[in-house]
């Protein structure tokens, strides 16, 4: 595929920015910087690519990185065999943008758009989430049982965090699961979900208390990494979401300024 758009920050302050600092608040790596009432500008050496200030400029001023045209591209080039994995938010993301309320899920509807358009095959991100699943629990039994690793496991599925991580911690890479992808590893554990900043729970496994927490913000990770560095952490496994409530909030979903969800 090209890659004409590779030298494109994922991220950027168009023109029609007001100056209205409201992103500065909402940015969790304070990246993005200006004068009031000046155009403001985006330290790429500490953006996470999360988009939340795309998301929440009132003004509409962030723009992101699009790969349209060489996705048409490639769908109208006859010696390339196109398919598509379709991560989770999506499919309730698709049904806003299009006027449904809120909530409503177009998997299906997605898939046959998806076929229509020229895609061969269309592949669902909660298959390989199966796969992630055995294999990050299973390395967080090894980690436990076995003292195969440090502990407090962290989670790794989210881009934004893993960046965060390397950029600010890279002696932490020990404590970060090494399973790819794991979106939904706490099906399990739905009852510690919720939008506060920092929930835990602790669960029973075979007469094993194992201490689990979801953490959403990276500025809300911070205590809880000092924590580890400090050997204060009482948790096993944690997992890290950059967007409010996860991926369902992220920087690629419909812009709402009018609703609390
Ligand atoms: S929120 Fe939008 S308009 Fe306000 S300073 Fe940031 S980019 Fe500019
Ligand atoms: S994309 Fe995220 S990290 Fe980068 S400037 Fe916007 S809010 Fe900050």
């Known amino acids: 595929m090209s890659t004409k758009a590779d030298s494109k920050p994922i991220i950027s302050v168009t023109p029609d920015c007001k100056g209205c600092d409201h992103c500065t608040e909402i940015c969790p790596t304070r990246a993005i910087q200006g004068q009031l009432g000046e155009r403001h500008h985006?330290?790429?050496?500490?953006?996470v690519n999360c988009g939340q200030c795309l998301i929440n400029c009132p003004f509409g001023a962030i723009?992101?990185?699009?790969?349209?045209?060489?996705?048409?591209?490639a769908l109208q080039d006859p010696n390339k065999y196109v398919v598509s994995q379709c991560a989770p938010a999506v499919r309730a993301a698709l049904g806003e943008e299009f006027g449904m309320p809120v909530?409503?899920?177009?998997?299906?509807?997605?898939?046959?758009?998806?076929?229509?358009l020229g895609v061969k095959?269309?592949?669902?991100?909660?298959?390989?989430?199966?796969?992630?699943i055995m294999e990050e629990g299973t390395e967080l039994i090894e980690r436990i049982l076995h003292g195969?690793?440090?502990?407090p496991q962290f989670t790794s599925c989210c881009p934004a965090w893993i960046?965060?991580?390397?950029?600010?911690?890279?002696?932490?890479?020990?404590?970060?699961?090494?399973?790819?992808?794991?979106?939904?590893?706490?099906?399990?554990?739905?009852?510690?979900?919720?939008f506060e900043a920092v929930r835990d729970a602790t669960i029973?496994?075979?007469?094993?208390?194992?201490?689990?927490?979801?953490?959403?913000?990276l500025k809300n990770v911070e205590p809880l990494i000092n924590d580890v560095m400090n050997g204060r952490s009482r948790y096993h496994f944690i997992e890290v979401m950059n967007c409010p409530g996860g991926c369902v909030n992220g920087g690629g979903q419909p812009i709402r300024h009018d609703l609390a969800i």
């Open 42 to 47: 985006i330290d790429y050496k500490n953006c």
């Open 63 to 73: 723009a992101d990185m699009t790969m349209v045209n060489q996705v048409k591209e």
């Open 103 to 116: 909530g409503t899920l177009v998997k299906g509807k997605m898939f046959a758009a998806l076929r229509k």
């Open 121 to 132: 095959q269309v592949y669902d991100t909660e298959f390989t989430a199966d796969l992630t």
């Open 148 to 151: 195969k690793g440090p502990l």
């Open 163 to 194: 960046k965060y991580a390397e950029d600010h911690y890279p002696k932490f890479f020990p404590y970060l699961s090494s399973a790819k992808s794991p979106q939904q590893m706490f099906g399990e554990f739905q009852q510690v979900r919720g």
């Open 204 to 217: 029973d496994i075979k007469g094993t208390p194992v201490r689990v927490a979801i953490v959403h913000g």
